[in-house]
């Protein structure tokens, strides 16, 4: 057993030691990525594209432009007759349905629909999550979304499955908001960044691509993913509530318990005085900002200028690297090659970069959370500069492997981008909102979401216009995250909202300013308010 005794424990963090809790945790997030993945990109395979080949005597194979065999289609249904006969690799809702061309602009919307239940779910739950506790809104919500997930495969018609959609969205915004920030809330500081990167959606693409192939089609797919998913809502029942968060409603027994669980699982052996005694004051140190128990809401992320301007920040991050994601992954059936192989390309790639990335942040120590933001989006500003030259130049037909190998490029960066969303948005901001400040700048990755799909039909007014739009994007994300906001990495988590004097909303007391530092002694940690200290107060 570790000896927790052996030395002074000099606030909460030191009781986060990492052990066997932490593992048991990461096996319970495999499988909720496992519901959040394949629900949130089901329409890869769901919604693929078949190839038409012919309609009657008249053959397709040798035409290249999607847009002339539309328009030509069209006139033969009207002049013959004729019924399509199309090839697919996956017999998706497009397949089985008859949804060619114009009908694929239907299916696509399913997209849209998906992320406003998305956008929803991410405010409501993120706020539930903060009144009422992580484990049970996690709990909950899960169950919601496999059940609906499994359910969506009985759809009998297009308005029925676009309903299940906006129901799957709504549940998967909540589950994805509150899980992450209940991880990151137990995760000691060194170990948070290379940690989320071996837990992360990238490995995940590649089971998907496998369950997508063995099923064939997407009523399999939906049931079979949902099906694997579900074992993680047992799991999760036996996983503690956050400590942090009991200790920011004012539970001092129950976030002793949990603490004393933890350690338990991790045969750890604790000063049981010194840990009622750092509970305690922490507890008396949150009531000494706001009451404990003290509910916040949305307009509490604009609560002093600089919680303002990381919101703000966040916001642009979040919506940015959400286009990006989404405009490459629903760009995937349209590269060269095989669906499944992208798909397989796409989740090896990113998982790969985020490996090398966690790893030089973990080893290297001046490699923090900017550098590896200003990395990313410069890769992903060069490729799509490269992609836009051949579109703009009319030679995508002649480079089209080389197109595929800059997007799969490309897409290597996202994945240490959502990462650091993630993580940045746990980091910057106190435990009262720290699930608040998620769902919130969450849903602008949401917003990008129903916005992808609108970027990439800009091509049909000109053929680079995706690839400028995103490229301008990328650029403003790297300015506003590298000039407006601090390093965070290696810092402990920010517990408490900043003293009422920092408040810029008109319904705040001003009170003086004779507390506007306030030390803790002895084995405590020290805490000043003031533009410098991003750990303590904002």
Same mark, same amino acid.
């Given at each position: 057993?570790?000896?927790?005794?052996?030395?002074?424990?000099?606030?909460?963090?030191?009781?986060?030691?990492?052990?066997?809790?932490?593992?048991? =945790?990461?096996?319970?997030?495999?499988?909720?990525?496992?519901?959040?993945?394949?629900?949130?990109? =089901?329409?890869? =395979?769901?919604?693929?594209?078949?190839?038409?080949?012919?309609?009657?005597?008249?053959?397709?194979?040798?035409?290249?432009?999607?847009?002339?065999?539309?328009?030509?289609?069209?006139?033969?249904?009207?002049?013959?007759?004729?019924?399509?006969?199309?090839?697919?690799?996956?017999?998706?809702?497009?397949?089985?349905?008859?949804?060619?061309?114009?009908?694929?602009?239907?299916?696509?919307?399913?997209?849209?629909?998906?992320?406003?239940?998305?956008?929803?779910?991410?405010?409501?739950?993120?706020?539930?999550?903060?009144?009422?506790?992580?484990?049970?809104?996690?709990?909950?919500?899960?169950?919601?979304?496999?059940?609906?997930?499994?359910?969506?495969?009985?759809?009998?018609?297009?308005?029925?499955?676009?309903?299940?959609? &906006?129901?799957?969205?709504?549940?998967?915004?909540?589950?994805?908001?509150?899980?992450?920030?209940?991880?990151?809330?137990?995760?000691?500081?060194?170990?948070?960044?290379?940690?989320?990167?071996?837990?992360?959606?990238?490995?995940?693409?590649?089971?998907?691509?496998?369950?997508?192939?063995?099923?064939?089609?997407?009523?399999?797919?939906?049931?079979?993913?949902?099906?694997?998913?579900?074992?993680?809502?047992?799991?999760?029942?036996?996983?503690?509530?956050?400590?942090?968060?009991?200790?920011?409603?004012?539970?001092?027994?129950?976030?002793?318990?949990?603490?004393?669980?933890?350690?338990?699982?991790?045969?750890?052996?604790?000063?049981?005085?010194?840990?009622?005694?750092?509970?305690?004051?922490?507890?008396?140190?949150?009531?000494?900002?706001?009451?404990?128990?003290?509910?916040? =809401?949305?307009?509490?992320?604009?609560?002093?200028?600089?919680?303002?301007?990381?919101?703000?920040?966040?916001?642009?991050?979040?919506?940015?690297?959400?286009?990006?994601?989404?405009?490459?992954?629903?760009?995937?059936?349209?590269?060269?090659?095989?669906?499944?192989?992208?798909?397989?390309?796409?989740?090896?790639?990113?998982?790969?970069?985020?490996?090398?990335?966690?790893?030089?942040?973990?080893?290297?120590?001046?490699?923090?959370?900017?550098?590896?933001?200003?990395?990313?989006?410069?890769?992903?500003?060069?490729?799509?500069?490269?992609?836009?030259?051949?579109?703009?130049?009319?030679?995508?037909?002649?480079?089209?492997?080389?197109?595929?190998?800059?997007?799969?490029?490309?897409?290597?960066?996202?994945?240490?981008?959502?990462?650091?969303?993630?993580?940045?948005? &746990?980091?910057?901001?106190?435990? &009262?909102?720290?699930?608040?400040?998620?769902?919130?700048?969450?849903?602008?990755?949401?917003?990008a979401g129903i916005v992808a799909p609108q970027i990439l039909s800009t091509s049909k007014l000109w053929a680079p216009a995706p690839y400028l739009v995103l490229i301008l994007m990328a650029v403003v994300?790297?300015?506003?995250?590298?000039?407006?906001l601090p390093e965070t990495k290696g810092k402990p988590l920010p517990e408490h909202m900043p003293p009422p004097e920092k408040c810029i909303l008109n319904s705040c007391t001003r009170r003086g300013r004779?507390?506007?530092?306030?030390?803790?002694?002895?084995?405590?940690?020290?805490?000043?308010?003031?533009?410098?200290?991003?750990?303590?107060?904002?």
């Amino acid at each position: 057993m570790v000896n927790m005794k052996s030395k002074s424990m000099a606030n909460f963090e030191d009781f986060i030691k990492l052990g066997r809790y932490h593992m048991y =945790f990461v096996l319970v997030m495999e499988f909720v990525i496992i519901a959040e993945l394949t629900n949130m990109v =089901f329409m890869v =395979f769901g919604g693929a594209i078949p190839t038409i080949v012919s309609c009657g005597d008249v053959s397709f194979r040798n035409m290249t432009d999607k847009k002339a065999v539309c328009q030509e289609l069209t006139t033969l249904k009207l002049t013959s007759n004729c019924t399509p006969e199309v090839e697919e690799e996956f017999i998706s809702i497009n397949y089985e349905w008859d949804l060619l061309c114009e009908g694929e602009d239907q299916v696509h919307n399913s997209l849209s629909v998906q992320m406003v239940g998305v956008m929803i779910g991410a405010l409501i739950f993120g706020q539930i999550s903060d009144l009422y506790g992580r484990k049970w809104t996690v709990i909950g919500t899960l169950t919601c979304l496999c059940g609906s997930g499994a359910a969506s495969a009985f759809s009998t018609n297009l308005h029925i499955f676009f309903l299940f959609r &906006a129901v799957i969205g709504f549940f998967l915004g909540g589950v994805m908001t509150v899980m992450y920030v209940f991880f990151v809330e137990i995760l000691p500081y060194k170990h948070r960044l290379w940690i989320k990167t071996l837990v992360t959606w990238s490995p995940s693409y590649i089971v998907f691509s496998l369950l997508a192939y063995f099923a064939g089609t997407w009523r399999v797919l939906a049931v079979a993913s949902n099906l694997l998913a579900a074992p993680g809502i047992i799991l999760i029942c036996f996983l503690n509530e956050s400590p942090r968060w009991l200790i920011q409603q004012g539970r001092q027994k129950e976030a002793e318990d949990s603490l004393r669980s933890i350690a338990k699982w991790n045969k750890c052996v604790v000063d049981e005085d010194e840990l009622k005694s750092i509970v305690e004051k922490e507890i008396v140190l949150n009531k000494q900002r706001h009451t404990a128990g003290t509910r916040y =809401f949305f307009h509490h992320l604009f609560y002093s200028w600089k919680l303002m301007r990381y919101t703000a920040v966040m916001m642009i991050a979040w919506f940015t690297t959400g286009c990006i994601s989404y405009g490459l992954l629903f760009n995937l059936g349209k590269l060269s090659g095989s669906l499944y192989l992208n798909s397989v390309f796409y989740g090896l790639v990113r998982y790969a970069t985020a490996i090398i990335i966690a790893a030089l942040d973990y080893f290297v120590k001046k490699i923090g959370r900017k550098v590896i933001q200003s990395f990313c989006l410069s890769v992903i500003i060069i490729c799509f500069s490269a992609i836009f030259a051949v579109t703009y130049f009319e030679v995508s037909t002649q480079f089209a492997s080389y197109v595929r190998i800059l997007s799969l490029c490309a897409a290597a960066m996202t994945s240490p981008l959502w990462l650091l969303a993630y993580l940045l948005t &746990a980091e910057l901001y106190p435990t &009262a909102v720290r699930n608040l400040a998620n769902g919130y700048a969450s849903t602008w990755a949401r917003v990008a979401g129903i916005v992808a799909p609108q970027i990439l039909s800009t091509s049909k007014l000109w053929a680079p216009a995706p690839y400028l739009v995103l490229i301008l994007m990328a650029v403003v994300d790297l300015v506003a995250f590298d000039t407006m906001l601090p390093e965070t990495k290696g810092k402990p988590l920010p517990e408490h909202m900043p003293p009422p004097e920092k408040c810029i909303l008109n319904s705040c007391t001003r009170r003086g300013r004779a507390g506007a530092q306030v030390e803790r002694t002895n084995s405590f940690t020290v805490y000043k308010f003031n533009e410098s200290n991003a750990n303590g107060s904002l």
